[in-house]
């Protein structure tokens, strides 16, 4: 059953609009956790790990899926409003070219590149969803310009986390060293901080 009567297109992706407030709070929810993981991933690998070439091998890989993780999720919304008018088909074919494009971009990739090779296409395929396969959408539901989406549901989130982040690396950087490396901190509080990062960053990969 199409839910056409309760998105029609003079009140979707409009401020105000109840879609454009879910759709913000997705980003809100995705957005922090993308970014802190792409910031931070190589802390995050090392204490998971315990192994720091291999986290400063991957951290970089960790990079690329977070952001296209963060892409994918800022569709989430307007691929619900694509079933709500009953629409499926291009969700289907973009699937189908994501596909046909990711084999062998992994395959030549991964050869050429290692393992950020192979994380690439990821950040590349949700980056076209959100740059260009949105746009198909809007033709076909005659939809309001896209632009308040972009600014509210996805530039004003990412402006927000990454100045929050910013605030957080200041603040580290600003802080006074103890003595050699972290000699003069306790071994309770290291163990307690790597316990925290642990559980927190286990939550949102889970």
Known sequence: MRLEARATPSKVMVIGSPLLAVAITV?????????????????????????????????????LLSLGTMFNGFMTMPYALQL?????????????LAVAALAPMIYVWCQRYGLTGAAAPWLIVNAAYLMIGIHFMVRRLK????????????????????????????????????????ASISA?????????????ADLVMS
């Open 188 to 200: 309770d509080e290291r163990l307690w901080g790597a316990v925290k990062t642990v559980i927190v």
């Open 84 to 96: 709500a008018h009953g629409w499926t088909s291009l969700a289907l074919w973009q699937n189908i």
């Open 143 to 182: 939809l309001p310009s896209l632009r308040v989406w972009y600014v509210e549901a996805i530039a004003a989130p990412v402006v927000s986390a990454g100045a929050v982040l910013l605030v957080w690396i200041g603040v580290k950087l600003l802080m006074p060293e103890h003595g050699e490396g972290h």
């Open 27 to 63: 980003a809100l929810a995705v957005v922090p956790y993308c970014l802190w993981l792409a910031f931070f991933g190589q802390r995050i690998l090392e204490l998971w790990t315990r192994d720091p070439v291999l986290a400063n091998t991957a951290a970089m890989a960790l990079t």
